[in-house]
């Protein structure tokens, strides 16, 4: 069991999260060892069972990294304002350097009294550079500390997930590749509409995946544009930090405008969650595509055995895990959008401590994602196709468009063209046949303009062809909708050449 580990579960191992209560400090005799960063006016000490509560290490640990650096950054900043000497900061600076090394190496040991990471922090760096230590929580507050380093791990998470979702998309396209010319039927409302490539139907799910790392981008943008740091705990900070300069260290567009907004605000937490619930409702549509067609009752794809479970009780059976947990992830994603959105809309203007929340619904978001990516990634790369299958699937009638695309390049109008194919169709029912097994009678009946040559409309490869409309499922129209994709994702570098940007690879 890990250190932290010990915090989460409460285990009595080394007194840490033992579930006693801290001893009861005095207003002048604070808790030996304890690092609180607030107390001072308070008489007695925390109830245990507010302790238990307020306590948010278990989840806000994994933001020591970008406390870290914000905190050099802050050391940095009081020494421009004159708050500190150069020696001092640079003293800071390598103190927090030594802690981040401790927390990377994972030999720190969590104390009940460290309520959240910063508290953690700030017992960690007294350690480090004794009482200098406490200087550095000077003119900021955690409100602005926990809003800065959120957006840094937001921002570094939505660069995780865009590096996972490429991946997914490769194996989309490995696949779609491999399928050539294949024909399946597409489905509208789940019933045969009209046939397509496979690798069209295939690529129809590279596209959304797109977009979303179209929101990716723009939700990471979201959380470097304003930084909240020098905001402190709602009225800005009394001392005069370079918010410009810490703006620059930081990698941020700019200094939040206002300070109550910058503690208050939430809205770079909702804009990843939204795009990740986009994420999962896209890897369940996937996913529900998937196993459909890998039931006994479509028999289109064969599922691998790495990413495949079997029964306990039915030795037959094998089982899409992946893509089902893949397909549940949509919901619990969506879940974590709906409680942020719940929890901040209620809330006063400024810093609430509800905010806290806020992580644990955007950590599970971002865990639960990066978790079902590979997975639904390798489950597709290994997925096999049986093509013959595919077009046995396609019958006649599913070309009736295609009989009134007919009449209406022999003039006829498309409603009395659509009625006409549609007298076919109800016909063929009547009669318990495909469409291509009707005879010339009725074809000659059910309009003057059908010809001899009506019957070739009732290929499919025939259908197909003709749909070579930019982005349809015409050959050309799919081969050059595949090197985009493949140009998406391995887009070529530009150099500067003669004042002419060159394509070199």
Not at 354 to 370: G, H
Request: contains cysteine; aromatic residues 6%; proline residues 6%.
């Amino acid at each position: 069991m890990s250190r932290l580990e010990l915090v989460k579960t409460g285990s009595g191992e080394s007194g840490v999260g033992s579930g006693s209560p801290d001893p009861l400090p005095t207003p002048d005799s604070p808790l030996p060892g304890s690092h609180k960063l607030w107390g001072g006016r308070f008489a007695g000490g925390t109830a245990p069972a507010l302790e238990r509560l307020n306590r948010s290490l278990d989840v806000d640990f994994r933001l020591w990294p970008f406390d870290v650096e914000l905190s050099k950054a802050w050391a940095v900043g009081l020494w421009s304002a004159g708050v500190l000497t150069r020696e001092d900061s640079a003293r800071l600076e390598q103190g927090l350097d030594a802690v981040g090394r401790r927390l990377a190496a994972g030999t720190v040991e969590p104390l009940p009294s460290d309520e959240d990471v910063h508290t953690l922090i700030d017992r960690l760096l007294h350690e480090e550079v004794g009482d200098l230590a406490a200087r550095l929580h000077t003119g900021r507050s955690r409100n602005d500390q926990v809003a800065t380093a959120t957006r840094l791990w937001s921002a570094d998470a939505c660069r995780r997930l865009d590096g996972a979702l490429r991946e997914l998309q490769q194996a989309l396209v490995t696949q779609a590749e491999s399928l050539g010319s294949a024909p399946m039927p597409a489905y509208t409302h789940l019933q045969r509409a009209q046939p397509v490539l496979a690798a069209h139907w295939m690529l129809a799910h590279f596209w959304p995946l797109e977009r979303d790392r179209a929101r990716l981008v723009a939700a990471g943008r979201a959380a470097s544009a304003s930084l909240p740091l020098g905001a402190g705990a709602v009225a800005g900070s009394a001392y005069p930090v370079s918010r410009v300069l810490l703006k620059e260290s930081l990698g941020f567009a700019a200094p939040s405008a206002n300070s109550i907004d910058a503690v208050g605000d939430r809205d770079f937490v909702a804009e990843l969650l939204f795009a990740l619930a986009l994420v999962g409702t896209h890897l369940s549509r996937l996913a529900e595509d998937l196993i459909l067609f890998g039931s006994s009752e479509f028999g289109f794809v064969r599922f691998g055995d790495a990413y495949s479970t079997g029964s306990s009780m039915m030795p037959q059976k094998r089982n899409p895990d992946a893509l089902e947990l893949a397909r549940a992830t949509g919901g619990r994603v969506l879940g974590d959008l709906t409680a942020l959105l719940a929890t901040m809309k209620g809330l006063p203007s400024g810093y609430n401590k509800d905010m806290q929340e806020d992580k644990r619904a955007l950590f599970d978001a971002v865990d639960a994602t990066l978790l079902v990516l590979p997975a639904a990634a390798g489950a597709v790369a290994e997925l096999t196709f049986d093509t013959a299958r595919m077009r046995a699937a396609l019958t006649s009638g599913m070309m009736a468009t295609d009989l009134a695309d007919y009449l209406v390049r022999k003039g006829a109008t498309f409603r009395e063209a659509h009625a006409a194919a549609g007298s076919l169709v109800r016909q063929a029912e009547e009669r318990g046949c495909e469409l291509d097994a009707l005879p010339a009678e009725a074809f000659a009946a059910a309009h003057p303009l059908f010809g001899d040559d009506a019957r070739a409309m009732l290929s499919p490869d025939a259908s197909i062809a003709l749909r070579e409309i930019d982005g349809g499922t015409g050959p050309a129209a799919v081969r050059a909708q595949l090197a985009h994709a493949k140009e998406v994702l391995h887009p070529p570098k530009l150099t500067p050449g003669n004042g002419v940007a060159a394509i070199v690879g």
